[in-house]
């Protein structure tokens, strides 16, 4: 015999813009040799992790997330920062279906993920009627 409690279903994390807050940074390396700046956001009540890559190619990434976040850096300047510096900071991210996964316990399967950090327009407060307790 089994004995439950009925509770009320627990939120869903819908994709579009949502309020987001860097609950951990950490620099690495990727398999590649390259710098990578391993985020933990909580991203409308839910945590989701993002690796910003210091590439040639993936650089405008890391530009895009520092001014979601509140950083202004001037296009050309070489800009040194200790990925530390990003927590506690808060922005809007567009979240999406990523692809799906091509191997692994997933196959086949698609989640969210962080698709676009939004540039920053003025200070943000998250808003009170929009984030799930």
Do not use: H
């Amino acid at each position: 015999m089994i004995k439950y409690t009925p509770t009320q279903n627990n939120p869903v994390l819908k994709a579009g813009e949502q309020f987001a807050t860097v609950k951990s940074a950490n620099e690495g390396f990727s398999a590649k040799g390259d710098q990578t700046i391993e985020l933990e956001l909580n991203v409308g009540g839910f945590t989701m992790r993002d690796t910003l890559y210091n590439s040639e190619r993936a650089a405008w990434r890391i530009k895009q997330a520092r001014a979601c976040f509140g950083f202004d850096d001037a296009e050309g300047e070489e800009i040194e920062f200790e990925a530390a510096d990003l927590i506690g900071c808060t922005g809007k991210v567009r979240v999406d279906l990523g692809e799906p996964k091509k191997s692994g316990k997933y196959e086949g399967k698609s989640f969210l993920e962080v698709k676009e950090y939004l540039t920053r327009t003025q200070d943000l407060e998250p808003d009170a009627d929009n984030i799930p307790f």
